[in-house]
């Protein structure tokens, strides 16, 4: 199979290869002036140590780096440049870096200064801790004032800060080593960015209930400093169970069992024609389930339906209507009168997902909740007009908005949410890290709501909408960026395999329905004009779908990967008896172990998708 970088990634331009910065036991990837993998004797200490300056729509700036300057020997390493972000207008905000690790400390140093003065949602550092192994383990927390509190980091996903007035985080990496995160020059707060899909506890700088956009003022350097600090006992026993690279990626029955979920394809009024004219590609795919979307505020009416009600009239599955509830009037009248277009067009769902539309923005810590009626009243009007319906609620955006903003449970018959992964970065490796967050997000789910019926998506690689700003950034270039409404790796073999990760990520919720992808348009299987891919072409992501889809209703059994992080792995039994679904979730190729599950040892092709039947 090819590995050019297009067919994998979508894109021919590659990220940078970091430089790995070695200080006798301590390691750190140096990438684009952050730190990345910080590891002590091969164990993950912290995800990453970044100084991020954001932009009143909690867009990160790319700074232009310069006079890069790198120094190691092997017991100690210096890192030092000087970083510039161009801000609106001719705004300017220049930033002096150091970096020094040796005997088991990292210091990360920074000054920024403005001669213009610059507006930032944020502008400091952020440190990120794993979630894997630390969830749920004790944290000591040194606040602002000297208290020092023995805690846990959270073990379900805590909808608002779980600690603040931050100065210092001490944990366990591993028996014997004790980590210490200390950081000056302001106060910091933690979140818990499972909330996002993000693999990580976010560490971060200046406290969200104080106003935002602020000003850094002209003339007034602002110096932070971020030190980490290892404390190792010296204890013998084994510690890394990092797997070497190159090493063979052993798989093995696991003891979880379940039923696959019904895969689902979202239609817009934008994109309906083209799905009209993919009508038979659709009927390959064969979907239980499509999820209209309709939204009054942004024009959708009577027209819209229409071709809601054309395109279900070929599909043989369920369909369901998402609404986005404008509630400028009463939530009856307004859901009357959709409930009168629908009868118009003729066009009858199995079910009516219903939201308020201001609930599609995000909430953050210390803000007004914006008006809104009670929920009760929108499933009532909801129930009212569609008797027959099944209806259901959640959050047409993120599990951060249904974490914060919590669904009557007994009001509804199905709960919903989505994810994204590209909230707060986009580089390769930290899109497919929140696979990782994933069985946080359901379990949370799961300890809210019971059994209660359960849908997740769309959750695409590109951004539908953007709760934290105004709108999703354009990206006209086809590069790696946040909240970027298209993605080049949405048209390479990159978003197959994270699509199939995340499927097997999400078994254990036991979930009625995942959307995955739309058909058309820059979230869909098959390409668009003015793409790099041949308009009407297959992406490689409708191959993975059309897989999953076909797997609704077989029962699933559980594989253990001794490497998740690279290899994912199930077994699905259906009539035509078992088969092994592995994803290779990394760019380079991996030697899979298949011994322990009556296979072979095969070699798997970056972000490749294999399945073996089985002989039980």
């Given amino acids: 199979m090819t590995t050019d970088a297009f067919a994998l990634y979508g894109t021919r331009a590659q990220e940078k290869q970091p430089v790995r910065l070695t ?12 730190l990345r993998s910080i590891r002590y004797d091969g164990s993950e200490v912290l995800r990453a140590i970044s100084y991020l300056v954001r932009d009143r729509d909690w867009g990160t700036y790319s700074p232009e780096i310069a006079n890069l300057r790198i120094e190691q020997s092997g017991d100690c390493f210096e890192v030092a440049y000087q970083a510039r972000c161009d801000g609106p207008g001719a705004t300017k905000l220049s930033i002096d870096v150091r970096i020094s690790g040796g005997q088991g400390r990292l210091d990360f140093e920074a000054e920024a200064v403005t001669e213009t003065g610059f507006e930032t949602n944020r502008c400091g550092f952020c440190i990120l801790h794993p979630i894997v192994g630390v969830a749920g383990s004790p944290a000591t927390v040194e606040h602002v004032d000297g208290r020092i509190v023995e805690t846990r980091f959270p073990d379900l996903i805590e909808p608002w800060q779980p600690f603040k007035d931050m100065r210092a985080i001490t944990h366990e990496v591993m028996p014997g080593v004790a980590a210490e995160c200390r950081m000056e020059g302001d106060t910091f707060e933690m979140e818990d960015q499972r909330n996002w899909s993000d693999a990580s506890y976010k560490t971060y700088v200046r406290p969200l209930a104080l106003p935002w956009p602020y000003q850094v003022q002209g003339s007034q350097p602002v110096r932070q400093k971020t030190s980490l600090i290892i404390r190792d006992a010296g204890s013998s026993e084994k510690r890394s169970s990092v797997v070497t690279p190159g090493a063979t990626i052993s798989l093995k029955l696991g003891t979880r069992t379940g039923t696959m979920p019904g895969v689902g394809v979202i239609v817009t009024p934008e994109e309906a024609d083209a799905t009209l004219a993919a009508a038979s590609l659709l009927s390959q795919i064969a979907p239980r389930e499509l999820l209209f979307h309709f939204d009054p505020d942004a024009g959708h009416g009577a027209e819209a339906l229409k ?5 279900a009239a070929l599909h043989r599955g369920r369909s369901t209507l998402e609404i986005a509830l404008p509630c400028k009037s009463s939530p009856a009248s307004e859901v009357a009168e959709i409930a009168r277009q629908m009868q118009m067009a003729k066009f009858k769902p199995d079910a009516v997902l219903i939201s308020p539309s201001v609930d599609r923005q995000s909430t953050p810590p210390g803000s007004k909740w914006p008006d809104c009626p009670p929920l009760e009243d929108v499933y009532a009007a909801a129930r009212a007009a569609f008797p027959e319906t099944r209806i259901g609620g959640g959050m047409l955006s993120y599990f951060t908005e ?6 009557p449970a007994g009001e509804i018959d199905f709960v919903s949410h989505c994810t994204n992964p590209i909230v707060h970065a986009a580089d390769d490796l930290s899109v497919m890290q929140t696979l990782e967050a994933l069985p946080f997000i359901t379990r949370s789910v799961r300890a809210i709501y019971g059994d209660k019926p359960y849908r997740i998506g769309p959750s695409t690689i590109p951004m539908r909408q953007n709760p934290y700003g105004s709108r999703t950034m354009d990206n006209p270039s086809g590069g790696r960026i946040p909240m970027a409404n298209r993605d080049p790796r949405h048209n390479g073999r990159f978003a197959g395999a994270f699509a199939l990760g995340y499927a097997i990520r999400v078994l254990d919720a036991d979930l009625e329905c995942l959307t995955l992808s739309a058909l058309a348009g820059p979230f869909g299987l098959v390409a668009g004009p003015d793409e790099p891919t041949e308009q009407g072409g297959r992406r490689p992501l409708f191959n993975a779908v059309r897989t999953l889809s076909g797997l609704a209703g077989a029962s699933w059994k559980e594989c253990v990967s001794s490497s998740p992080s690279d290899v994912l792995a199930f ?8 088969k092994l ?12 172990d298949c011994g322990a599950l009556g296979g072979d040892v095969l070699l798997a092709p970056p972000f490749a998708i294999a399945v073996l039947p089985l002989a039980h």
């Fill in 23 to 34: 200080a006798g036991k301590l390691t750190a990837d140096l990438a684009d002036g952050n």
């Fill in 402 to 407: 249904l974490n914060r903003k919590r669904v």
């Fill in 571 to 578: 077994i699905a039994v259906d009539a035509a008896g078992a």
């Fill in 307 to 311: 071709s809601f009600a054309a395109i």
């Fill in 581 to 592: 679904h592995i994803v290779n979730l990394t760019g380079e190729e991996r030697k899979v």
